[in-house]
């Protein structure tokens, strides 16, 4: 697995600039388990496959991947307008020590996920009204967290598609989220491991996740190297998610 892991890391890298490795180590090491980083590193690497070669390249499926740095603050400033309760800053506490953000000026620094935006000639693009509003945002985010009810979860991969309006500086008008499980043998076999996830998947989904996919590990391992496994998972969650 470590191997497999380190080939397909090494094969992105080398198409990308300097910083580009230091990027994706702090996303990568977001995941918590080798199948985790694993599924990270084949959807990146999906979205790498399709990346807008040139600025006259039309035919490939997005137009640009970048990504997401989270900037944390563990105060509140009397002036905030919804300060964070203390459990919610005793949970980010936690997560910065968890996934070792950068200290700076103050505030927490980390690279948590990636994003890319769908190429405006294909199909998807179409899903509009006579307003402009397109599905454009694609956003990989590994072990997000999600605050619900005064608690909260830690999403493997979280998928999210967002909606903007091209014709108002972009602004968000709706997105939609699918919760990637990687879900390995040792933690979901038994009834109870299972009973468990069955109660997480009903919380998301009251959080608003539209839907919960679980892959096990095999799945994920069994990748073959072509990605047309991955290309089927890709169109896969889709196809789910624009439902």
């Known amino acids: 697995m470590e191997e497999k892991i380190r080939k397909l890391e090494t094969s992105i890298v080398n198409t990308y600039v300097e910083d580009f ?20 590193l084949q959807l990146f690497n999906y979205f790498q496959k399709y990346d807008k070669k040139s600025l006259d390249d039309d035919t490939s499926k997005f137009t640009s991947i970048q990504f997401i740095e989270e900037e ?7 002036d905030d307008d919804e300060p964070l309760s203390n459990y919610q800053l005793k949970v980010l506490t936690e997560k910065v020590e968890k996934f070792n953000y950068r ?7 980390k690279f948590i996920g990636f994003k890319c935006t769908i190429n405006h000639s294909e199909p998807i693009t ?4 006579d307003n402009g509003i397109y599905f454009r945002d694609i956003e990989i985010r590994p072990q997000h967290y999600q605050f619900f009810n005064d608690n909260y979860n830690r999403i493997d991969i979280a998928f999210i598609l967002k909606r903007r309006n ?12 699918i919760a990637i499980e990687c879900d390995g043998y040792d933690y979901h076999s038994s009834p109870s ?9 009903r919380k998301l989904k009251r959080a608003g996740w539209k839907d919960i996919i679980r892959y096990s590990g095999s799945e994920i391992y069994h990748i073959n190297n072509n990605l047309n496994h991955m290309d089927y998972n890709f169109e896969e969650l889709m196809d789910i998610i624009m439902l």
Do not use: T
């Open 166 to 177: 091209w014709f108002n500086d972009n602004k968000l008008i709706e997105e939609r989220k």
């Open 72 to 78: 944390l603050c563990l105060f509140n400033f009397p």
């Open 103 to 109: 200290f700076k000026n103050g505030m927490y620094y």
């Open 193 to 201: 491991q299972k009973r468990e996830d069955d109660i997480r998947s």
């Open 21 to 40: 490795k230091f990027k994706l180590d702090e996303v990568v090491s977001m995941g918590e388990s080798p199948i985790e980083k694993l599924m990270i």
């Open 126 to 129: 179409l899903v509009s009204d």
